[in-house]
């Protein structure tokens, strides 16, 4: 079941330019975590990272335009971190606790795909289920979505559900607002 995009808040403290918006939605299925997001603003204002020749998993995408998801088990210290560029290059990263133990989570590369159009840049991704289970247990869970958006004078704004303190810090639990469980069609799908 598709999820229709809800808004994206920026952070007062590193506000785009006028007309910059990005929305983003989630949720569980049979296949796994099923995410989008939408970045619209005027053609040639966001910089877009070109498809990279041979995407692959690669560090530091925040630092340009990158759309990103944390989710975690509502009564966990243990969360994910996945991060997807324009260029279809991606992490996803496991920590043990609020910025402590990073590692790159074992798993296969997320199902992604980038439209560029001339007013969005839309980047859907499926992180397989088994690779979320295997490391956060099974569902419910709570997911924080934001996006880095750096324009082309390399002014960068930090959009997400909501913001929980007076810096950009998506790792902030608090601005994790999103409970997650599967669909209905899911669990019939698991029960089979």
């Given at each position: 079941m598709e999820k229709a995009?809800?808004?994206?808040?920026?952070?007062p403290a590193a506000p785009p330019s006028p007309g910059v918006e990005a929305l983003a939605s989630a949720a569980l299925d049979a296949r796994g975590l099923v995410l989008r997001w939408s970045i619209r603003a005027?053609?040639?204002l966001v910089a877009v990272a070109p498809r990279a020749p041979r995407p692959g998993r690669r560090d530091r995408l925040w630092e340009h335009?990158?759309?990103?998801?944390?989710?975690?088990?509502?009564?966990?210290?243990?969360?994910?971190?996945?991060?997807?560029?324009?260029?279809?290059?991606?992490?996803?990263?496991a920590f043990d606790g609020y910025r402590a133990g990073m590692r790159a989570a074992a798993c296969d590369a997320p199902r992604l795909r980038v439209l560029?159009?001339?007013?969005?840049?839309?980047?859907?991704?499926?992180?397989?289920?088994?690779?979320?289970?295997?490391?956060?247990?099974?569902?419910p869970y709570v997911a924080g979505l934001s996006a880095v958006v750096e324009e082309?004078?390399?002014?960068?704004?930090?959009?997400?559900?909501?913001?929980?303190?007076?810096?950009?810090?998506?790792?902030?639990?608090?601005?994790?607002?999103l409970a997650?469980?599967?669909?209905?069609?899911?669990?019939?799908?698991?029960?089979?």
């Open positions: 995009l809800g808004p994206l808040v920026a952070h005027a053609p040639h335009t990158c759309c990103e998801a944390f989710v975690a088990a509502p009564d966990g210290d243990s969360y994910l971190e996945l991060n997807l560029a324009p260029s279809e290059d991606w992490a996803l990263w560029r159009m001339p007013r969005e840049l839309r980047v859907d991704a499926i992180v397989d289920a088994a690779a979320v289970r295997g490391f956060l247990g099974p569902p082309q004078d390399g002014r960068r704004s930090f959009f997400a559900l909501a913001h929980a303190g007076e810096r950009p810090d998506f790792h902030a639990r608090a601005s994790w607002t997650l469980a599967p669909d209905a069609d899911a669990r019939e799908g698991e029960a089979r």
